[in-house]
């Protein structure tokens, strides 16, 4: 990848990553969304939300199509909700700016019945 093919890449999360704290924060309020939140051990996921029930996570992926996104994302957002129970997050998202396809509803439908995992889609465009 050529060095500005990489900035372009970053220029495109740091947008999203922007577009979908402000819809957060509009949804649950600015005390209770944290970009860039911090798990003891583990890094930090892009943003995190507080509900009644634990935190949601959201991960931003910005790969060439929606099934790279998908597989980039878990191994994320699995590590940060499981990896020694760090996380404890109620939800887990995977977020890009590609609409989630008929495969991508059933493969997340699949880990969601086979392996009870809270994964969720949300396509955040700007």
Known sequence: MTREAEILLNQEHKEIQ??????LVAEFGAEKVDAE???KGLGYVDIAALTANGWVY?????????????RQALGQLLEYG?????????RM??????????DGQAYLALLRQKYN??????????
């Open 18 to 23: 922007v577009a979908l704290y402000h819809l």
């Open 82 to 90: 499981y990896w020694a129970h760090a996380g404890r997050c109620e």
């Open 93 to 102: 998202v995977i977020v890009s700016r590609f609409p989630l396809d008929e």
């Open 58 to 70: 959201y991960e931003i992926k910005v790969a060439q199509d929606l099934k790279s996104c998908i």
């Open 37 to 39: 939140h911090h798990i």
């Open 117 to 126: 995992l809270p994964l969720e889609y949300r396509q955040v465009t700007v």
